[in-house]
C-alpha cells in the first residue's frame, strides 16, 4: 500500500470547515484513500473513502486531486466533538486474500477550537 | 446492531500470567481484525480472518501471542506468558462485504504489572 503523509497537528476554530491534508505521491491506480478518526480512548471511526471522484457524506466531504497524489478531508462546520486523530489511509480494496487489512499512520491531531 | 463488542474493557494482570482478549463481531461481517495501539508504535494490525481462516499474522508481535475463531460471531487473542511490554490498548475490528469499511470496538486496555 501506498504511504501517505499528514500534518501532525492542526488547530481549527468550531463552527470553521476543518481542511485535512494528505500527500499519497505513489498511489497506484488501483488504490483508494479512506480517512478513518479517533477520537480520544475509542476505537477508531470510518468517515469516508473514494477512488478519484470527489465524496461527501454525511461526515465529510474528501476532495482528492486529479493526479490523485493528494486529497483533502473537509467537515465543513467543526465542532468540539471533532477533536480527534485523522488517519489518511491509502489500500487497494477488493475481495482478494491480503488486500483487506488497513495500515494506520501517525495521523493528523485536530483541535478545535471553542 | 450493538457493534463489534470487546470485553473486557481493562485488564490488569500480572507478568507471567495468562490474558485472554474477546470479541464478538458485527452479525455477518466475514472480516476479523485484531489491533494492538501504543504511544510508541500507534496503531498496529496484528492478525486478521476472512471467514473465521487467519489469513495474514505476520504482525503477531511472538510466539506468546495466539488468536483464534472458533465461530463467525467469536474470537480471542491470547497472551501467554504476558509481560510488562503487552500493555497497551488492543481493538478488535470488523467488515462485511457492503459497505466495506471496518467498525471498530472501544476496545480492552491491557496492564500488565
Known amino acids: 500500500d501506498a504511504k501517505t503523509t499528514q500534518p501532525t497537528s492542526m488547530d481549527c476554530a468550531e463552527g470553521r470547515a476543518a481542511n485535512l491534508p494528505c500527500n499519497h505521491s505513489t498511489i497506484s491506480g488501483n488504490e483508494y484513500v479512506y480517512w478513518y478518526r479517533q477520537i480520544h480512548s475509542q476505537g477508531p471511526q470510518y468517515i469516508i473513502h473514494?477512488?478519484?471522484n470527489n465524496e461527501t457524506n454525511e461526515m465529510a466531504s474528501l476532495i482528492i486531486t486529479e493526479d490523485r497524489k493528494s486529497s483533502t478531508l473537509i467537515l465543513p462546520h467543526a465542532t468540539l466533538r471533532d477533536t480527534a486523530v485523522y488517519y489518511c489511509?491509502?489500500?487497494?480494496?477488493?475481495?482478494?486474500?491480503?488486500?483487506?487489512?488497513?495500515?494506520f499512520g501517525t495521523g493528523t491531531r485536530l483541535t478545535i477550537i471553542p | 446492531d450493538a457493534g463489534v463488542i470487546q470485553s473486557p474493557r481493562h485488564e490488569v494482570t500480572e507478568m507471567g500470567q495468562e490474558v485472554t482478549l474477546r470479541c464478538k463481531p458485527i452479525?455477518?461481517?466475514?472480516?476479523l481484525f485484531w489491533y494492538r495501539q501504543t504511544m510508541m508504535r500507534g496503531l498496529e494490525l496484528l492478525i486478521y480472518?476472512?471467514?473465521?481462516?487467519?489469513?495474514?499474522d505476520s504482525g503477531m508481535p511472538e510466539d506468546r501471542f495466539s488468536a483464534k475463531m472458533p465461530n463467525a460471531s467469536f474470537s480471542t487473542l491470547k497472551i501467554q506468558p504476558s509481560e510488562p511490554r503487552d500493555s497497551a490498548v488492543y481493538f478488535c475490528?470488523?467488515?462485511?462485504?457492503?459497505?466495506?469499511?471496518?467498525?471498530f470496538g472501544q476496545g480492552t486496555r491491557l496492564t500488565v504489572v
Open positions: 473514494g477512488l478519484k
Open positions: 475490528a470488523s467488515k462485511g462485504s457492503e459497505p466495506r469499511r471496518a467498525f
Open positions: 452479525s455477518g461481517h466475514d472480516y
Open positions: 480472518f476472512n471467514n473465521n481462516v487467519p489469513i495474514d
Open positions: 489511509i491509502v489500500r487497494v480494496a477488493g475481495t482478494d486474500f491480503g488486500n483487506e487489512k488497513l495500515t
